[in-house]
């Protein structure tokens, strides 16, 4: 049984959409995840290196999100899940969700998004 660890409300600003207004103007996005870790061995000898660090996760996920620009959100998230899953090796599964908060629509959504649920194995 694997425990998770976990971030919510994670926040950046970032390039990712179809149209050229969200691709010049951007967005506000919004991260949440877990992942599926075993930290017996980090709770027994309260060693950060027995499990996953969640800040450097945050980082990673901030910098791809401000950094990169796709036309989707599935995209830039299963991009981020891959690069977890290949730079975390206590990780052995992630879901991610990522939002687009206040999309350029003509209706009134407070948020759109995308969640992603990958897997050591599928790498």
């Known amino acids: 049984m694997l425990d998770h660890v976990v971030i919510r409300g994670l926040q950046f600003y970032g390039y990712h959409g179809v149209s050229t207004a969200e691709k010049e103007l951007g967005h ?7 992942m599926f870790v075993d930290t017996t061995e980090a709770a027994k000898t ?9 800040s450097e996760v945050a980082r990673t996920v901030v910098k ?3 950094t990169l620009k796709f036309n989707l959100v599935e995209t ?3 991009q981020i899940a891959h690069k977890i899953l290949t730079e975390h090796p206590r990780v052995e599964k992630i879901h ?3 939002e687009k908060i206040l999309p350029s629509l003509d209706l ?8 992603v649920v990958r897997e050591r194995d599928q790498l």
């Not at 309260?46 to 969640?54: G, L």
């Not at 009134?108 to 969640?115: K, M």
Request: no cysteine; aromatic share 6%.
């Open 76 to 78: 830039l998230a299963n």
């Open 46 to 54: 309260d060693d950060i290196t027995k499990t996953v660090d969640y």
């Open 28 to 34: 506000r996005f919004t991260a949440d995840l877990t």
């Open 64 to 66: 791809m999100g401000k």
């Open 96 to 98: 991610l969700r990522i």
């Open 108 to 115: 009134t959504i407070d948020r759109v998004g995308v969640e």
